[in-house]
């Protein structure tokens, strides 16, 4: 049984430990707030499309869009576009974004490239907004967040409060938009089926007969973070629109690399100098992450080339999977010659 003393003895020592241990709580807090993320993957079969680093694969208007601490922001103040460099057509998309208050922005798809203009017009837009501002207490249905702006009302009530991160998922196939908010179904639309009897705006928008086209960032003024951007590339494989010259370009400021899939035995005839082999034969045998990632870089474009362009598209189904931005090549190896790709010696 505890004396006077020992109670009192307890007591300070009590009230000793209490600031001391808040101390420690709080070091622990701010060690935990300030530690480093792991780096952004990609989901199976996506694809990122920001480094996190730069605007590389994509064009922004003058002063609206940058790079923050490994966020892609539209600036305070910027007004233009962020589009994609690559166009789309079907395809998932999968990003998060982060809502000052009052913000508005929009995220473009089959988008023409304006990086200054109506893309809401001339594109589709899909409202990004802080809809639970007071300034914006008279929205229509269709200026919601996640609506198909004048042609869609989206559903509202899963918006995170402003500064914390939202998760969005797009879908889009044929004449068909899915749009998904922090794990709801806010929009689920056939483009034709919403419009047969007008648009909810009375507009006429002439995006709407687009089927494929550049994804984009549509800025109002406001500042507004975007992360973990990734994609699926629904529509059937093609060959790459990408120019040789301009293959020739992102090689030279090592934004791309050059994959051989043809045979050993056809590489050793002739070669491009700094192209890297892997036999489209070994990659339908079934490839291995670990492995592939010590060949192959997953921060630049991969274009795969053969002798006539078949191969080189064949190798792509795999190479996708495993979340590469991987661009099959119709001219082959000869032609690549003939155009200035200098041969290994």
Known sequence: MLNATDLASLQFCRLRLVPIWGLVLAALASGVSQADEPPFAPDPGF?????????????????????????????????????????????????EFKLTAGANNGLG???????????????????????????YKTLKPYQYHGSIYGIVAAKTGSLKPVGEWNQQQVTVQGRKVKVVLNGTTIVDADLDEATKAG????????????????????????????????????????????????VKQRLARNEAVLLDVREPAEWKQAHIDGA?????????????????????????????????????????????????????LKPGIQQLLDAGFPQAK
């Open 109 to 135: 798809i089959h988008c023409p490239k304006l990086l200054t203009g109506n893309l809401h017009m001339d594109g589709i837009e899909l409202q990004i907004l802080d809809d639970t501002a007071e300034q």
């Open 276 to 328: 890297i082999l892997l036999a489209n034969s070994k990659i339908q045998q079934g490839l291995d992450a670990a492995a592939l990632a010590r060949i192959l870089p997953k921060d630049k474009i991969i274009y795969t080339h053969c002798k006539a362009g078949l191969r080189a598209l064949n190798a792509c189904e795999e190479l996708i999977e495993f979340g590469y931005d991987v661009r099959p």
């Open 47 to 95: 694809v990122s499309l920001f480094d996190g680093k730069s605007l590389a694969g994509w064009q922004s208007a003058p002063d609206s869009y940058a790079v923050v601490d490994g966020t892609l922001i539209c600036v305070e103040g910027g007004k233009g576009n962020l589009l994609s460099d690559k166009e789309y057509a079907d395809f998932v998309l999968k990003f």
């Open 199 to 246: 648009t909810l705006d009375g507009q006429d928008h002439p995006g709407l007969k687009r089927s494929s086209g550049r994804l984009g960032f549509l800025g109002h003024g406001n500042r507004v973070d975007f992360r973990r951007l990734q994609i699926k590339d629904l529509s059937p494989l093609t060959h790459t629109s990408d120019t040789l010259e301009l």
